[in-house]
């Protein structure tokens, strides 16, 4: 489930690119030319692995996360305490298409991503008695999750703003519309023990069991506040960068829209 805010940071940061020193090494695209965008977007996927120094963006790809929580339907807690995603930089780039005349470009990614790493697990609730026998669970050990492909759609919306003879692209964040689903997705446990008992084998199958129902639950958390994420790496370049760094186009004047 975490993989969500991960692979949205990605975006956002591709998307935004990064400064002039990662930004001439990437090929510049007319603003209208979606196909470029699709492969240029491919290739800094890619190069993103090994991180981009200039812009504090760390290597991705194993990306680290720690204390990652969810709340589940109010039975329990299940904490990322410290753990890895793997796969983001094979993840392809199935469309990519920009608009700027309607303002709005999307994005369609396909990926197999793993997220493993040390789990806390917690419960008092109900249901935990009657399914487990036991008062409640706290415990603690190794988890995975494996998602094949995962298939994700993003809106974005923007306009072209003249700051000082210079265009710039204004990201409309609150605009922003996603779409996600996971065709398969399978856990792994170990080590988790309650009481001497080693649980991590009943963990295992009632999620592998309820894996739907998991992800249904706690997937549109984790994809709103990888937005603010995005928004936040997007703002920054954006906002203070002229498009004339990493587009091609030689004039986007005419698409400002004024106001009087």
Not at 7 to 20: K, P, Q
Not at 242 to 256: A, F, G, I
Request: with cysteine.
């Amino acid at each position: 489930m975490a993989v969500y805010k991960n692979i949205l940071f990605i975006i956002g940061s591709v998307l935004l690119g990064c400064e002039s020193k990662f930004v001439d090494t990437i090929t510049k695209c007319s603003i209208k030319d979606s196909d470029c965008h699709k492969q240029v977007v491919q290739g800094v996927l890619k190069n993103l692995g090994k991180g981009i120094p200039e812009k504090n963006i760390p290597p991705i790809d194993p990306m680290k996360i720690t204390n990652v929580s969810v709340d589940v339907l109010g039975v329990g807690n299940l904490t990322l305490v410290d753990g890895v995603v793997l796969g983001i930089t094979d993840c392809k780039v199935a469309k990519f298409e920009t608009s700027i005349e309607d303002e709005h470009a999307a994005m369609d990614l396909i990926c197999d991503i793993t997220i493993k790493g040390q789990v806390s697990v917690f419960s008092d609730h109900e249901i935990v008695k009657n399914l487990l026998g036991m008062e409640k669970v706290d415990t603690q050990g190794y988890g995975k999750a494996k998602m094949e492909k995962v298939k994700i759609h993003i809106d974005y919306f923007f306009n072209i703003e003249e700051r000082d003879g210079k265009t710039f692209i204004h990201c409309k964040f609150n605009n922003t519309i996603y779409s996600y689903d996971v065709e398969k997705m399978t856990f792994d446990a170990k080590g988790f023990e309650i009481n001497g008992v080693d649980m991590s084998s009943s963990f295992k199958n009632i999620l592998n069991q309820f894996w739907k129902v998991a992800m249904s639950v706690v997937g549109k958390t984790f994809m709103d506040k990888a937005m603010v994420f995005v928004y936040d790496y997007t703002h920054k370049f954006f906002d203070f960068t002229p498009t004339d760094e990493y587009l091609s186009d030689t004039d986007l004047m005419k698409y400002v829209k004024k106001s009087f």
